[in-house]
């Protein structure tokens, strides 16, 4: 199992990038009157037929012909119901996927956030032509990080350009910690 959810997510939204997304939005909201996070990553990419949608959960199901085992959506959804909470995905061929995890907020298992900065830092670095969006609340605090807005300011500069990257993890770093809620 991975020990943080930002591992989580850097694992779902790998799989959309295999998938050929060219944006992909991940939500995370917390509310801690309802005592829940949620946490969403939904992508443009080639999106999965029912059969397969059935059998992602199986540890022993995967697409890879490289191996025989697929075990990061499992735990993911293992770590989400561990907590109370619940796990589905949607999918839709040749629209995309959305993946949602929902946890108890202040279970005793839920696993920490974790470096979510440098977890969609490294989707940036790894898949820079990739389109990322971060929609982030706590509560009644949100902020969304878009790296298209940031193409826009850019022009012909990439994001995955060290001091980019070094500024993007520092915007995130400095705007979920103005939300407030610690995860």
Same mark, same amino acid.
């Given at each position: 199992? *991975?020990?943080?959810?930002?591992? %989580?997510?850097? !694992?779902?939204?790998? %799989?959309?990038?295999?998938?050929?997304?060219?944006?992909?939005?991940?939500?995370?909201?917390?509310?801690?009157?309802?005592?829940?996070?949620?946490?969403?990553?939904?992508?443009?990419?080639?999106? *999965?037929?029912?059969?397969? #949608?059935?059998?992602?959960?199986?540890?022993?199901?995967?697409?890879?012909?490289?191996?025989?085992?697929?075990?990061?959506?499992?735990?993911?959804?293992? /770590?989400?119901?561990?907590?109370?909470?619940?796990?589905?995905?949607?999918?839709?061929?040749? #629209?995309?996927?959305?993946?949602?995890?929902?946890?108890?907020?202040?279970?005793? !298992?839920?696993?920490? *956030?974790? !470096?979510?900065?440098?977890? +969609?830092?490294?989707?940036?670095?790894?898949?820079?032509?990739?389109?990322? #969006?971060?929609?982030?609340?706590?509560? !009644?605090?949100?902020?969304?990080?878009?790296?298209?807005?940031?193409?826009?300011?850019?022009?012909?500069?990439?994001?995955?350009?060290?001091? +980019?990257?070094?500024?993007?993890?520092?915007?995130?770093?400095?705007?979920? /910690?103005?939300?407030? #809620?610690?995860?």
């Amino acid at each position: 199992m *991975m020990p943080e959810l930002s591992l %989580n997510i850097l !694992d779902v939204a790998k %799989n959309s990038v295999t998938a050929g997304a060219s944006l992909i939005t991940i939500t995370v909201a917390a509310n801690t009157a309802a005592d829940s996070l949620k946490i969403a990553i939904a992508d443009n990419g080639c999106g *999965m037929s029912e059969e397969q #949608v059935a059998r992602v959960t199986d540890p022993f199901f995967t697409t890879r012909t490289t191996r025989k085992v697929g075990l990061g959506i499992p735990f993911f959804k293992m /770590a989400a119901e561990l907590t109370g909470g619940s796990f589905t995905i949607d999918s839709k061929l040749n #629209v995309g996927t959305t993946t949602t995890a929902i946890f108890g907020l202040t279970h005793i !298992d839920r696993m920490p *956030m974790g !470096d979510l900065p440098g977890s +969609i830092s490294t989707l940036i670095q790894a898949s820079p032509d990739i389109d990322f #969006v971060l929609d982030y609340s706590a509560d !009644d605090k949100a902020f969304t990080m878009d790296t298209r807005e940031f193409r826009a300011i850019l022009g012909d500069v990439p994001l995955n350009a060290p001091e +980019i990257l070094a500024y993007i993890e520092g915007f995130l770093s400095e705007n979920i /910690a103005e939300c407030g #809620v610690e995860l």
